[in-house]
RNA sequence: GGGGGGAUUCCCGAGUGGCUAAAGGGGGCGGACUGUAAAUCCGUUAGCUGAGCUUUCGGUGGUUCGAAUCCACCUCCCCCCA
C-alpha cells in the first residue's frame, strides 16, 4: 500500500502538491483550503455513483486524489452512491442515462468496493467507506422538501452549468433533483464524521457548490469545496475512451497489456498531463522525461505505460506488458508475453481451420466481413507475411514450435499456441 | 389541455415511390509517410467465408409489381401557448 513515494514532492502541504501537478481546477475558498489543509487532518469525501461494473480511467483520476491526501495524513471517504445512482446525473450528459435496476446498482457497488481497496488504506481508521442509498432511501418526501428543499432556488439551479446543455434537449425531474441528493450527502457526512471538504471532477462543480450552500444554510458551518482537472487530451475530448469503450481498471474487462498500450500511444501533446497526473514521479523527472526531443519521447511514454500499469495492476503485470510490447514492436524481447490465445492442435489437423474465422474468434475484427476487408487491404500478418488469400487455410504445419504470430494492423498482435 | 415539429445505418445529418445498403461530415478500420506521435493523403465502413443471398431507415398493420419514402393506428421526443 505504499504506492508514493516520499520524495514526490518538496512541498509538504498537500495543496501545494495537487497544484504543482496540475490537479486543481476550481476551489470555493483557495487560501482557507490551502491554509486548513496545511494546519488540520481533516476528514474529505468523494463520490463515486456505481454505474457500471468497474472503475474507469475517470474515476482513477480521483482515486489518485485519495492517495495523496491519504499520504499526507488526511482521511478518505469513499462515498458509493449507490442511492444517487438511482437518480442519475446529468452532469456532462446530452441525454438521460439509462435507468438501472436496484440489483444492477448493488452489485457494481460490491466492485467498487473491492477495487477501492486496492488503492486506499482502509485499515485502522485511515479511510472510511460509505454509501449514500444508507439514508437516501430513507427521506420522507414531505420532511425533506420542507426541511431541504426550501433552501435551494430553482432560479439559480437552471443557470448552473450542469443543466444548460440539457434546457434545450430536456431534462426530467428525477435528474433534476441529482443536485439536491449531492448537496444533501455533503450535509450527511459533515454530520456523521465532520467531514469538511468536498472533491470531485470539475463537471461536479456546481454538485459540489450545492453542498457547500446547504451546510452553510442549514447549519450555519463552513464546509469547503474543490474540484479537479477533468484528464483530457490536448484536443480536450475526454482521455481513457476506447473504441471498445472506457478504459478499465478491472484486468478482466481491459488486459494490463491493453492498458499499458493505451498510454504507450498517447500523443506527444499529452504526455506531461498524463506523467504528472497518472504516475507519482517527481516533477523534476517528469519534466526531464518531457524535454525529451522527437523520438525520444517514446522513452517518457514508455515509462508513463510502465508506471500506469504498475499502479493498476502490479509490477509483474507491468513488466509483463512492456516486454510484450517490447517484443511485438522492436522484436528482440521474449514472445511469450504477446497477448496468447491457446486453442486445441486437433484443430488445425487435416485442412486446417480458416483464417477468416481465427482473426474473428480472436476478436481481432468485429465482423468476418471487417476480416476479408483486413485482408484485402493487406492489413493482416502471419509471421511476418502478408496474407494475400482471404481463402487461406492454417494448418498444423504453419506453426513454429506450436506457435503462430498473427499481426492485424500496424498495433495489434496476438500469438496462436496449440501447445 | 391546445397547436406545431420530429424519430434514418456507430454518431450527426441528407433523402419524399423504383437508379437506395441509403448523399455528406465525424468516428472506426486498412494502407502510404513516420517515432507504436501528430498532421496529411489514399482506400474502406450492415451481416453472411467472393458473384448471390439475408436483415436495416421508432413500432404494428395496410396500399403498391415495388416503400426509408404513401395511408392508418401506436410509442417516444422536442418546441410554442396554458
Redesign the pocket.
Known amino acids: 500500500m505504499n504506492f508514493i513515494r516520499d520524495d514526490v514532492s518538496k512541498h509538504t502541504n498537500v495543496f501545494d502538491v495537487l497544484k504543482e501537478r496540475g490537479f486543481i481546477k476550481q476551489t470555493t475558498h483557495e487560501d482557507e483550503i490551502r491554509d486548513l489543509l496545511g494546519k488540520e487532518k481533516i476528514k474529505f469525501y468523494i463520490g463515486f455513483d456505481p454505474t457500471a461494473d468497474s472503475l474507469h480511467v475517470g474515476h482513477f483520476m480521483q482515486v489518485i486524489i485519495m492517495m495523496y491526501m491519504q499520504k499526507y495524513g488526511h482521511t478518505p471517504i469513499v462515498l458509493i452512491g449507490s442511492g444517487t445512482a438511482m437518480v442519475g446525473d446529468p452532469s456532462g450528459r446530452s441525454d438521460m442515462r439509462q435507468m438501472m435496476t436496484n440489483d444492477t446498482i448493488f452489485e457494481n457497488s460490491r466492485k467498487f468496493e473491492k477495487l477501492f481497496g486496492k488503492f486506499i488504506d482502509f485499515s485502522g481508521d485511515k479511510a472510511i467507506i460509505d454509501n449514500n442509498a444508507d439514508w437516501l432511501t430513507k427521506l420522507n418526501y414531505l420532511q425533506f422538501i420542507r426541511d431541504i428543499g426550501r433552501h435551494f432556488s430553482v432560479n439559480r439551479m437552471l443557470t448552473a452549468e450542469c443543466f444548460k446543455q440539457r434546457m434545450?434537449?430536456?431534462l426530467s425531474f428525477l435528474e433534476f433533483n441529482y443536485m439536491i441528493m449531492q448537496s444533501y450527502d455533503f450535509l450527511e457526512l459533515y454530520k456523521r464524521y465532520n467531514c469538511k471538504m468536498q472533491f470531485g471532477g470539475d463537471d461536479q462543480w456546481s454538485n459540489i457548490l450545492g453542498g457547500v450552500d446547504l451546510v452553510r444554510r442549514e447549519l450555519g458551518e463552513q464546509v469547503y469545496g474543490m474540484t479537479f482537472a477533468l484528464l483530457t487530451t490536448s484536443e480536450g475530448i475526454k482521455m481513457g475512451k476506447t473504441?471498445k469503450g472506457a478504459l478499465w481498471l478491472d484486468e478482466t474487462k481491459t488486459s494490463p497489456y491493453e492498458f499499458y498500450?493505451y498510454w504507450?500511444?498517447v500523443?506527444?501533446a499529452d504526455v506531461r498531463t498524463c506523467l504528472s497526473m497518472l504516475t507519482f514521479l517527481p516533477m523534476e523527472e517528469v519534466e526531464a522525461l518531457v524535454s525529451l526531443e522527437?523520438?525520444e519521447?517514446?522513452k517518457a511514454?514508455e515509462k508513463l505505460a510502465f508506471e500506469v500499469t504498475k499502479l493498476v495492476h502490479g509490477e509483474e503485470e507491468a513488466v509483463k506488458a512492456q516486454e510484450g510490447?517490447?517484443a511485438a514492436?522492436?522484436g528482440g524481447a521474449s514472445l511469450e508475453n504477446i497477448p496468447t490465445t491457446k486453442m486445441a492442435a486437433a484443430d488445425f489437423e487435416g485442412d486446417g481451420l480458416?483464417i477468416?474465422?481465427i482473426i474473428?474468434q480472436l476478436n481481432l475484427v468485429?465482423?468476418?466481413?471487417?476480416a476479408f476487408?483486413?485482408i484485402e487491404?493487406?492489413?493482416l500478418m502471419i509471421d511476418d507475411e502478408k496474407v494475400t488469400d482471404?481463402?487461406l487455410m492454417i494448418t498444423k504445419e504453419m506453426f513454429t514450435d506450436g506457435k503462430l504470430l498473427i499481426k492485424?494492423?500496424?498495433?495489434?498482435f496476438h500469438m496462436l499456441d496449440i501447445n
Open positions: 434545450e434537449s430536456g473504441q498500450q504507450r500511444n500523443e506527444d522527437g523520438a519521447i517514446n511514454k510490447a517490447k514492436f522492436s480458416g477468416v474465422s474473428h468485429p465482423s468476418k466481413g471487417e476487408r483486413t487491404q493487406g492489413g482471404a481463402r492485424k494492423g500496424k498495433k495489434i
